[in-house]
């Protein structure tokens, strides 16, 4: 590989390892990953946080090497339940009394009364009979698929679902088939195509690499006239959406339509860990099937209990629902102003959509980071490599001043260079 050659690689190209010993990483892959352009590149995965992450925080900056205040776009604390007082005092509370881990598989020694507690609270707010939790997500969704699909089963999934979806089809053997994205013409010829088959769908409430929304309504239908249940993944939509923050399922009505509700503790609960709400004989039996339940480490008790405030605070305090919606709207305002592209996006999740050039993308984010703007680049094969493209997670902690200040560093680092400014 030449220098000349550098840039039309990405990361998508090295899964393939042809050195004989497999622990040797493939020689292409260090030749590029060495290149000063990658390196610059690569130098914005796992820049050290020192501080919470929320809007205001230190970032070890990797290039430079300083610790350097930033304004932080990029982190999934849509809430601020992270550094929520009552969420804090309750995980040390539960510190004092249960120490730090869980010391246990949850079907073992695992289970603490927090957990169980949790579970209660999580499929009553979800209004199903049972709920389980995992150590992460991606947990989650990898052993909930695992336990409901089996060989010669097919999991229709929507072109944009997260990649643990589509490791669960993977866990558990199943075919997988994809739909065009929030197509519903593409999901009634795809079920059709597996007609006779065992079968179920999955979809995102909102999708994280572009902030639109299942078409739950348009969806459900088509599932419905199949007779195949419908799993939703509610990652970035919990305590979000919704009169009282259930989710994309509540904002349409259709919750009790929905087969196997998806919910993730890292984003707006502001922790670490999965669950899956669902009837209580399914979850049941999913317990006994789902290997990263049975064989992973419980989540620690502490965190369940700062979970169970994090849920009871989104609950009764309305404000901070209506303060992240008030701050997505002055976001959107402002971005719109600048003539940027921010695709289908109608929730917190808020995509910068910058175009195929990759090496421009790397050159603003590093500038955005010059000017105190931590916004991270997503590049190709995250998305798709003619939309690469900046996103910005939008949490109810910003002020106004913190979103204008943001506004007018991707006005100069963004805009300006693509050329939107003034343009019609
Ligand atoms: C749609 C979706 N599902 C599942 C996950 C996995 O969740 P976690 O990061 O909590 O493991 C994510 C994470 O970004 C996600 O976006």
Redo the contacts with the bound molecule.
């Keep these: 590989m030449g220098p000349d050659e550098i840039l039309k690689f990405s990361l998508a190209d090295f899964t393939y390892n042809d050195s004989r010993d497999v622990l040797t990483p493939p020689g292409d892959f260090d030749t590029w990953a060495d290149d000063p352009r990658i390196s610059v590149a690569m130098s914005f995965f796992e820049q050290p946080l020192q501080e919470a992450p929320t809007p205001r925080t230190t970032l070890g900056h990797r290039l430079s090497g300083e610790q350097r205040p930033m304004i932080n776009l990029t982190s999934?604390n849509y809430l601020g339940l992270s550094t929520h007082p009552e969420v804090v005092q309750a995980a040390v509370e539960a510190l004092e009394v249960y120490g730090v881990g869980a010391s246990g598989a949850a079907m073992l020694s695992g289970t603490f009364d927090q957990h169980e507690a949790f579970c209660e609270e999580l499929a009553e707010f979800k209004g199903t009979g049972g709920c389980m939790l995992f150590p992460?997500?991606?947990?989650?969704?990898l052993g909930a698929i695992q336990a409901l699909m089996q060989k010669g089963d097919v999991l229709v999934i929507d072109s944009k679902?997260?990649r643990?979806?589509v490791d669960g089809a993977k866990l558990a053997g199943a075919r997988l088939a994809t739909f065009e994205h929030n197509d519903p013409a593409s999901l009634d010829q795809q079920l059709e195509r597996f007609e006779g088959k065992r079968r179920m769908v999955v979809v995102?409430g909102?999708?994280?690499m572009d902030g639109d929304v299942a078409d739950l309504p348009a969806l459900l239908e088509v599932c419905e006239a199949h007779e195949v249940p419908l799993y939703l993944?509610e990652?970035?939509s919990t305590l979000v959406f919704g009169e009282t923050g259930k989710g994309l399922s509540e904002h349409f009505g259709v919750e009790g339509r929905v087969g196997v509700h998806?919910g993730?503790?890292?984003?707006s609960f502001g922790g670490?860990?999965?669950f899956v709400c669902a009837d209580e004989r399914l979850i049941r039996y999913m317990k006994c099937y789902a290997s990263p339940f049975q064989f992973s480490c419980a989540l620690p008790p502490a965190v369940v209990a700062a979970m169970r405030k994090s849920l009871e605070v989104a609950r009764r305090d309305e404000t901070l629902r209506r303060r992240l919606w008030r701050n997505v709207e002055r976001f959107r305002e402002n971005l719109e102003v600048l003539n940027l592209d921010l695709g289908d996006s109608c929730s917190q999740v808020i995509p910068i959509i910058v175009g195929a050039n990759g090496e421009e993308l790397i050159t603003m984010a590093m500038a955005a980071q010059e000017r105190g703007l931590y916004l991270q680049p997503i590049d190709f094969p995250a998305v798709e490599a003619h939309a690469r493209r900046f996103r910005i997670s939008v949490s109810a902690q910003l002020t106004e001043a913190d979103i204008d200040e943001a506004c007018n560093v991707i006005e100069d680092v963004i805009a300006r260079p693509l050329g939107r400014v003034g343009a019609a």
Excluded at 136 to 141: E, I, M, Q
Excluded at 264 to 267: A, C, D, F, I, V
Aim: one cysteine or more; a negative charge.
């Design positions: 999934y992460s997500g991606y947990a989650g969704n679902c997260h643990s979806i995102e909102v999708y994280s993944d990652a970035h998806f993730t503790l890292s984003k670490i860990g999965g």
